[in-house]
């Protein structure tokens, strides 16, 4: 949470400069507390998986939430029962009179199909011009990073020639910047996709900042410079095990998939993998909230 100071204390800039949000008395006397309203589109086959992924990460920031959950109507999930996304679902003609703290965009694993030919394509491209006046923040993660970058700034994708899958070091570019406020010079991240974003074409986008990069995964953090838009290409919200998941799905689906890189102990697969990252799924979920949405969202939605 922020420091909050006096408006003329001098260690004020001081802190300011060490990237320490300060909240200034004035600002602080207007703010009320309410539940965060955030909107999660679940993209993801197993969505009962993705929920609970991403409600442990929402569920520890000391912010109350109300959270929500959205799907696509023009798509039918064969994955998850009809009798759940009844009850717990909405689509975008339920929600769309209403406004969001924030909007958090899933994966999807369709990376080969061109956006175009995704059979739910236009009502998602329907959901994130939607956000643009009725959500502060939005998180995109993997597949949807890789949409949202497409929809919004026309950043296209390559097909890889193979899988990236594994656990990956990352460094950060600006540490000035609030979303990797508290983060380690150097962290983990899972991946698990086809497609990949090219640096090059991001930073042809004058509207765009480049926040982490990877040797490997290459590009994994960019944000708008409104802090309205964060796409992050990995899955910080996989817990130790969804790797493992996919990668035994796909051997039994006689795919021959790769080894997860640095995930099993020694790349044995049938060694217990260890949990690594979730210091930096909480920090990044934290940051977000905090910094893009507690902070820029205005109380009367």
């Given at each position: 949470m922020p420091i909050k100071v006096p408006d003329l204390l001098p260690a004020k800039s001081k802190l300011q400069e060490e990237n320490i949000f300060v909240m200034n008395e004035s600002r602080a006397f207007k703010q009320d507390i309410r539940p965060l309203k955030i909107l999660i589109l679940n993209l993801m086959p197993l969505k009962q998986q993705t929920e609970t992924h991403l409600l442990r990460l929402l569920g520890n920031s000391p912010l109350q939430i109300e959270v929500g959950l959205l799907h696509t109507s023009t798509h039918t999930s064969s994955n998850t029962s009809p009798e759940h996304l009844k009850?717990?679902?909405?689509?975008?003609?339920?929600?769309k009179a209403n406004k969001y703290d924030g909007l958090i965009i899933t994966g999807a694993p369709i990376e080969k199909l061109p956006y175009e030919e995704v059979n739910y394509w236009e009502e998602l491209s329907q959901i994130m011009e939607w956000s643009k006046t009725n959500v502060t923040?939005?998180?995109?993660?993997?597949?949807?990073?890789?949409?949202?970058?497409?929809?919004?700034?026309?950043v296209d994708k390559y097909i890889m020639s193979e899988k990236l899958s594994g656990i990956y070091t990352h460094t950060i570019n600006d540490p000035r910047e609030k979303v990797v406020s508290g983060f380690d010079e150097e962290f983990l991240v899972p991946?698990?996709?086809?497609?990949?974003?090219?640096?090059?074409?991001i930073e042809k986008v004058p509207n765009l900042k480049i926040i982490s990069e990877s040797e490997q995964a290459r590009v994994?953090?960019?944000?708008?410079?409104?802090?309205?838009?964060?796409?992050?290409?990995?899955?910080?919200?996989?817990?130790?095990?969804?790797?493992k998941k996919e990668f035994d799905r796909d051997t039994a689906a006689g795919l021959?998939?790769?080894?997860?890189e640095n995930y099993y102990p020694n790349d044995d697969p049938n060694r217990t993998p260890k949990l690594r990252w979730r210091t930096h799924s909480n920090i990044l979920i934290s940051n977000w909230l905090n910094y893009y949405v507690y902070q820029e969202t205005p109380f009367e939605l």
């Amino acid at each position: 949470m922020p420091i909050k100071v006096p408006d003329l204390l001098p260690a004020k800039s001081k802190l300011q400069e060490e990237n320490i949000f300060v909240m200034n008395e004035s600002r602080a006397f207007k703010q009320d507390i309410r539940p965060l309203k955030i909107l999660i589109l679940n993209l993801m086959p197993l969505k009962q998986q993705t929920e609970t992924h991403l409600l442990r990460l929402l569920g520890n920031s000391p912010l109350q939430i109300e959270v929500g959950l959205l799907h696509t109507s023009t798509h039918t999930s064969s994955n998850t029962s009809p009798e759940h996304l009844k009850q717990f679902y909405k689509s975008i003609d339920d929600v769309k009179a209403n406004k969001y703290d924030g909007l958090i965009i899933t994966g999807a694993p369709i990376e080969k199909l061109p956006y175009e030919e995704v059979n739910y394509w236009e009502e998602l491209s329907q959901i994130m011009e939607w956000s643009k006046t009725n959500v502060t923040s939005t998180l995109h993660i993997c597949w949807g990073a890789m949409a949202g970058l497409y929809y919004h700034y026309g950043v296209d994708k390559y097909i890889m020639s193979e899988k990236l899958s594994g656990i990956y070091t990352h460094t950060i570019n600006d540490p000035r910047e609030k979303v990797v406020s508290g983060f380690d010079e150097e962290f983990l991240v899972p991946h698990s996709r086809h497609a990949d974003i090219r640096k090059e074409d991001i930073e042809k986008v004058p509207n765009l900042k480049i926040i982490s990069e990877s040797e490997q995964a290459r590009v994994y953090m960019v944000a708008s410079t409104d802090g309205k838009q964060i796409f992050v290409t990995g899955h910080p919200e996989y817990d130790s095990l969804t790797l493992k998941k996919e990668f035994d799905r796909d051997t039994a689906a006689g795919l021959n998939p790769t080894i997860p890189e640095n995930y099993y102990p020694n790349d044995d697969p049938n060694r217990t993998p260890k949990l690594r990252w979730r210091t930096h799924s909480n920090i990044l979920i934290s940051n977000w909230l905090n910094y893009y949405v507690y902070q820029e969202t205005p109380f009367e939605l």
